[in-house]
C-alpha cells in the first residue's frame, strides 16, 4: 500500500527511482510519481495517475542525482494527477513523498491556509510541505526536526529541498529501509527495490529521522544521534524476478517446496514464551489469519493447548480478557490492524510472539520473541508462499511441543507438495470458471484450507466464493445451491471422513456440482464426485499442505483461463498498512 523510493549518489538519480517504484507495484497503487534534483538545481518532477508502464520512459528523462519517488494508493482524495506524489509547498523549493495518514492534517491544513499557504492537491501529504516551508532556511534535517511533532498518525517520509543537498527520511508506525551502497544510498518503504543494488540494509525505527548523502546515513532520534545495525540481508535479486514464469504467483506456488524445508529446518526450537504457555491467542489478518486456524486445530489436537483465534481488525477494538501469549502472524510484518492488536496485548502485560517473513519488520520490534519464516520476497498480492512458510513455522512449532511426533511426516511433506504442482486440474477448472459464485468446505483444519481456498478464488478470479465449515453449508447457503454453482469440497481420510460423505450427497442432491478433493484410489468417493482430484497419502499435516496448493493451482488456472491481472488484482494490496 503505497511505496517510496529514494537515491542519492553519482547516476542518475529518476531512472533508478523509477526501477524502484516498479518493484513495489507489488503492494498495490494507482498513479505515481518522482522528484529529481541535483544538488542546489531546482526540483523537477513528474507525476500521473496511472500505471508506470505507461509513462516509465518521461518519469525516467529527470535529471539529477538524487531524487524520490512514490506509488500512490489513494486514501485522501481521489486517485489524479494532482493527487499523485511527490507534494510541493507553494514555491515549489521542497518536494515530499509519504507512505501512512497524517491524521490531524485537516487541523493543519485549516491553519496553513489561514496564514497564507495554498493548497494544490486533496492529500494528507501537503501539508507536510507546507510546514516545512514555513521553518526551512536551508537546513532540511532542522525543519524536519521542527515539524514532526506537529503530525499525528502515521508516516514513512523522504524530502528533498532546494539548497540542501541532502535527502531526509523519517519513520513512524510505516516502514522504510535503507540500503548502503559504494557511493550511493538507497531508501525504500521495503527490501525489494534495493536487492538490486545491495545487500546492506538498515531498519529505521519509530522517531528516527535520517540524513541521507551519497556516502553515509546519519540517524537520529530527537536530539540524540543513533547507531542502527546494517544487517546483510541473503534475499537473492533473482527471487524478486519472474524468471520463465508467466506470474509471480505461479512461479511463488512452485518455489513452495523448498520454502516449506527451509522453514522448517531453520525453526530449531520453540521460543521460551511458547514453550512455556498454557493456551495461546493468534491475531491476525487475511490468509495469515487462516495459517492460525490451522494451528489452532494441531496444537489443540496434539498438545491439548487451547488456541483463540481473533482477527487483527476486531480485536483492537473490543477487549476480549487476555492473559495468555499472543501470537502475531503477519507475513509483511506491517499489516496495520495485527500490529495493533499486538501492542494492546503487550498493554495488558501479555507475552508475544511474532511470526513473519521479514527481517526488521515492525511487528519484530512490538512482539517479545520473533520467529521468522523463510519465504523470501513474496511479490503477487495473493499470499501462497508466505501461507506455506507461516504453516512450516507453525507445524514445527506443533511438532517441538508434541516431542517431535510430526518430525517424520514434516521433513517429507516437501515432496508431497511437488507431487501436487503436476497435477492436472483442468476438469476442476472448468467446472469453476464459468461459475458465479462457488463454495469451499471442509471441516476441522480443512475448514481453514477451505477458507484460504476461497479466498484465493475471489482475490485473483473476481468469482464470488465463500469458505464453509461443510457442516454448515445447510443452515443458509443451501438455499444457493444450484448446477451453477459448484462446491469444492476437501474430503480426506479421518475422522469427518463419513459425515463429509453425507454433506457431499446432500450437496448433489440440490443438482449441485461437486468437485472433491480426496485420498488418491478412493474409488467410491470419486464415483460420486462429479470431478475427482486424487491426492497421495500422508499425514495430516501433509493433506493441510497438499489441499492448499491444489486450491492454490485451482485459483490461479481460473483466474489465468479468464485472463485476468493475477498479481495485481483491482483493489487489493499486499500489505495493507492502514487501518
Ligand atoms: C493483505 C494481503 C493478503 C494478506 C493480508 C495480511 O490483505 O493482500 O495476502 O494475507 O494482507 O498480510 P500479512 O502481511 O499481515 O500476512
Known amino acids: 500500500m503505497c511505496g517510496i523510493v529514494g537515491y542519492t549518489g553519482y547516476r542518475p538519480a529518476a531512472p533508478i527511482v523509477v526501477e524502484g517504484l516498479k518493484k513495489l507495484e507489488y503492494r498495490g497503487y494507482d498513479s505515481f510519481g518522482v522528484a529529481a534534483k541535483n544538488n542546489d538545481m531546482s526540483i523537477d518532477c513528474y507525476k500521473r495517475q496511472g500505471r508506470i508502464s505507461e509513462a516509465e520512459k518521461a518519469a525516467s528523462m529527470l535529471k539529477g542525482t538524487m531524487g524520490i519517488g512514490h506509488t500512490r494508493w489513494a486514501t485522501h482524495g481521489v486517485p489524479n494527477d494532482v493527487n499523485a506524489h511527490p507534494h510541493y509547498d507553494c514555491r515549489k523549493r521542497i518536494a515530499v513523498v509519504h507512505n ?13 491556509v489561514s496564514r497564507g499557504h495554498s493548497f494544490s492537491s486533496d492529500t494528507d501529504t501537503e501539508v507536510i ?17 521542527a515539524i514532526l511533532p506537529k503530525l499525528s498518525g502515521s508516516y514513512a517520509l523522504l524530502v528533498m529541498a532546494e539548497g540542501d543537498d541532502r535527502i531526509i527520511a523519517a519513520r513512524e508506525s510505516s516502514p522504510l529501509v535503507l540500503g548502503f551502497g559504494d557511493g550511493e544510498m538507497f531508501a525504500a518503504s521495503d527490501m525489494t527495490p534495493l536487492l538490486d543494488h ?4 538498515m531498519f529505521l525505527e519509530d522517531g528516527d529521522i535520517a540524513v541521507l548523502s551519497p556516502d553515509n546515513a546519519r540517524v537520529f532520534s530527537g536530539d540524540t544521534e543513533v547507531t542502527r545495525k546494517v544487517e546483510l540481508i541473503d534475499w537473492s535479486v533473482g527471487d524478486a524476478k519472474r524468471g520463465g514464469f508467466k506470474h509471480f504467483m505461479l512461479k511463488e506456488i512452485y518455489e513452495q517446496p523448498h520454502v516449506f524445508s527451509d522453514t522448517i529446518r531453520s525453526v530449531e526450537t520453540v521460543p521460551d514464551g511458547l514453550a512455556r504457555c498454557k493456551g495461546a491467542m493468534v491475531v491476525a489478518c487475511g490468509t495469515s489469519y487462516h495459517a492460525g486456524m490451522v494451528f489452532k486445530y494441531l496444537l489443540e489436537e496434539a498438545c491439548h493447548i487451547p488456541v483463540r483465534l481473533e482477527l487483527g481488525s476486531e480485536f483492537k477494538y473490543f477487549t476480549p480478557p487476555v492473559t495468555e501469549l499472543v501470537i502475531g502472524i503477519t507475513q509483511s510484518g506491517e499489516t496495520a490492524d495485527t500490529l495493533a492488536a499486538l501492542k494492546k496485548a503487550k498493554a495488558h502485560n501479555c507475552p508475544t510472539l511474532a511470526i513473519t517473513n521479514v527481517l526488521g519488520s515492525t511487528v519484530t520490534r512490538i512482539a517479545d ?13 495473493a499470499a501462497t508462499k508466505s501461507f506455506i512458510a507461516e504453516l512450516a513455522v507453525l507445524m514445527q512449532c506443533v511438532n517441538h511441543l508434541s516431542g517431535g511426533k510430526f518430525s517424520e511426516e514434516i521433513f517429507r511433506a516437501n515432496r508431497a507438495v511437488e507431487e501436487v504442482l503436476l497435477l492436472d486440474l483442468s476438469t476442476a477448472v472448468q467446472t469453476c470458471n464459468g461459475a458465479d459464485h462457488i463454495f469451499f468446505v471442509g471441516r476441522g483444519p480443512f475448514y481453514a484450507v477451505a477458507l484460504e481456498g476461497a479466498l484465493k478464488m475471489k482475490e485473483i478470479s473476481y468469482i464470488h466464493a465463500e469458505g ?5 453449508i445447510k443452515h443458509g447457503p443451501f438455499a444457493l445451491l444450484s448446477p451453477k454453482t459448484p462446491v469444492v469440497a476437501i474430503c480426506m481420510p479421518g475422522s ?10 446432500e450437496m448433489k442432491a440440490r443438482g449441485t456440482p461437486v468437485v472433491v478433493i480426496g485420498a488418491g484410489g478412493d474409488d467410491e468417493l470419486a464415483a460420486i ?9 500422508g499425514g495430516l499435516m501433509e493433506e493441510v499442505l497438499m489441499t492448499t496448493v491444489v486450491l492454490q493451482l485451482l485459483a490461479y488456472r481460473t483466474a489465468d483461463s479468464l485472463g485476468r491481472d493475477i498479481d495485481k488484482p483491482r483493489n487489493l494490496a499486499k500489505s495493507v498498512t492502514v487501518e
Open 129 to 145: 510541505a507546507h510546514l516545512l516551508e514555513e521553518v526551512y532556511t536551508g537546513d532540511l534535517f532542522k525543519a524536519m526536526k
Open 529 to 537: 464426485a462429479d470431478v475427482y482430484i486424487g491426492l497421495p497419502k
Open 496 to 505: 469427518t471422513y463419513g459425515v463429509m460423505v453425507s454433506n457431499i450427497k
Open 198 to 201: 545491495t545487500e546492506r540494509m
Open 468 to 472: 464453509y465449515a461443510a457442516g454448515e
Open 100 to 112: 501512512g495518514i497524517i491524521e490531524n492534517y485537516a487541523e493543519l491544513k485549516r491553519g496553513l
Open 369 to 381: 520473541e520473533t520467529l521468522y519464516m523463510r519465504a523470501g520476497p513474496e511479490i503477487s498480492v
